[in-house]
């Protein structure tokens, strides 16, 4: 379990991300709710404020405009305490977070996922692609210390309460670290 930061905040902010259909929504909103942290789900986020380029028709889905998230985003980190969901990790700025969850599920498991939420084929498959290349791992690696990332599996319900579990123990021992 990573260790807590030397942050100046007094409640830690946890970025949660992972290829969609890993569970990051489902944990995200269980971890703040068991800890008190706000919970920001960033794909909404870009929906309800228009921080993003348009639609992308072939994937469908938003075309992600970093700044526009970033600077919405800046002044709600500030304060800590924040649980933040989102598929992609690298382009926050490092000094956000005080955690960073990778979440991990088998090819199985992200296909039913996916498939039951009704994304079309070529979608499922480019976030097959992208959990079995552990793109989103590889992504956290190369933008935080490694003393700040943990990779989780979220196969079963089981490794959901675990995770969760975890995420809280950490939250707690910071706050009590961070008085
Ligand atoms: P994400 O936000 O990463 O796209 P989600 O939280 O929306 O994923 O979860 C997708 C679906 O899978 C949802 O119906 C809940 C289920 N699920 C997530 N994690 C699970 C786990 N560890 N065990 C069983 N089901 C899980």
Redesign the pocket.
């Known amino acids: 379990t990573p260790l807590p930061t030397s942050s100046p905040r007094s409640s830690p902010n946890i970025l949660i991300t992972?290829?969609?259909?890993?569970?990051?929504?489902?944990?995200a909103g269980m971890v703040a709710d068991a800890a008190g942290l706000e919970l920001v789900t960033v794909g909404d986020l870009i929906k309800q404020r228009n921080l993003h380029d348009g639609y992308n028709e072939e994937f469908d889905t938003y075309w992600l405009n970093e700044d526009k998230v970033v600077d919405e985003m800046e002044e709600m980190m500030a304060g800590g305490g924040m649980c933040i969901?989102f598929?992609t990790c690298g382009f926050f700025p490092e000094r956000w977070f005080d955690l960073v969850v990778v979440?991990r599920?088998g090819t199985q498991?992200v296909y039913d996922?996916l498939k039951?939420?009704g994304y079309k084929q070529n979608k499922i498959e480019e976030n097959l692609d992208c959990e079995i290349m552990q793109v989103v791992a590889d992504e956290a690696r190369e933008s935080y210390k490694a003393e700040i990332i943990m990779e989780l599996t979220?196969?079963?319900?089981e490794?959901?309460e675990d995770n969760v579990e975890k995420i809280v123990a950490f939250v707690n021992g910071f706050r009590s670290s961070h008085k």
């Open positions: 992972g290829t969609p259909g890993t569970g990051k929504t489902t944990a969901d598929h979440l599920a498991q996922r039951s939420r979220s196969n079963t319900i490794d959901m």
